[in-house]
T-cell receptor
Framework: KAGVTQTPRYLIKTRGQQVTLSCSPI?????VSWYQQTPGQGLQFLFE???????NKGNFPGRFSGRQFSNSRSEMNVSTLELGDSALYLC??????????????FGPGTRLTVT | GESVGLHLPTLSVQEGDNSIINCAYS??????FIWYKQESGKGPQFIID?????DKRQGQRVTVLLNKTVKHLSLQIAATQPGDSAVYFC???????????FGKGTMLLVSP
């Protein structure tokens, strides 16, 4: 079974631009979560989508948004990029998002560099 | 590969030693905990989990201990191997669903 895939793997953008990252979950998984990973802050939860609806949201500004399509694929968008948005963005999928015993599978991440 | 190990505490062990990685959590309402392993260039990989109604759970070469009194979690790796070298994160579930709060991580370095 194919794992979680994320595209692109690497991205370089300029301050003020916007970016869209994509995540394809494992086949049959309906929950997709996004995390931001930086050396200083570690792994931080961004949001979770289930059946095309945002079900949970972390403490990030409105510049960070996402969506999920009917095939469970998800995208996240960051507008008006800032230098501090440079990070590894990780996507995780699970069957239904019930964290207790419903294992989350992570993709390899997208490394975003903002210059 | 991706550098996720900056600013992290590091545990250095010899191959064959037992390793113990510790994690403190802050929210007494957390009732589900997971340990993840992250190798360079890869996303976190599930190792083992434990619910708050347990204080110990064993897997293959790994044991997780939970002490709710002092809000402490530990991961024990038996007979550590060079392939165990990675960053290890504990995560707690607060609020249900897929909202996981991760610890800062510990880098484990295993020398042959």
């Amino acid at each position: 079974k194919a794992g979680v895939t994320q595209t692109p793997r690497y991205l370089i953008k300029t301050r003020g631009q916007q970016v869209t990252l994509s995540c394809s979950p494992i086949s049959g998984h309906r929950s997709v979560s996004w995390y931001q990973q930086t050396p200083g802050q570690g792994l931080q939860f961004l949001f979770e989508y289930f059946s095309e609806t945002q079900r949970n949201k972390g403490n990030f500004p409105g510049r960070f948004s996402g969506r999920q399509f009917s095939n469970s694929r998800s995208e996240m968008n960051v507008s008006t990029l800032e230098l501090g948005d440079s990070a590894l963005y990780l996507c995780a999928s699970s069957l239904d998002g019930g964290a207790r015993g419903d294992e989350q599978y992570f993709g390899p991440g997208t490394r975003l560099t903002v210059t | 590969g991706e550098s996720v190990g900056l600013h992290l505490p590091t545990l250095s062990v010899q191959e064959g030693d037992n390793s113990i990685i510790n994690c403190a959590y802050s929210n007494s309402a957390s009732d589900y905990f997971i340990w993840y392993k992250q190798e360079s260039g890869k996303g976190p990989q599930f190792i083992i989990d434990i619910r708050s109604n347990m204080d110990k759970r064993q897997g293959q070469r790994v044991t997780v201990l939970l002490n709710k009194t002092v809000k402490h979690l530990s991961l024990q790796i038996a007979a550590t191997q060079p392939g165990d070298s990675a960053v290890y994160f504990c995560a707690e579930n607060i609020g249900g669903y897929s909202t996981l709060t991760f610890g800062k991580g510990t880098m484990l370095l295993v020398s042959p």
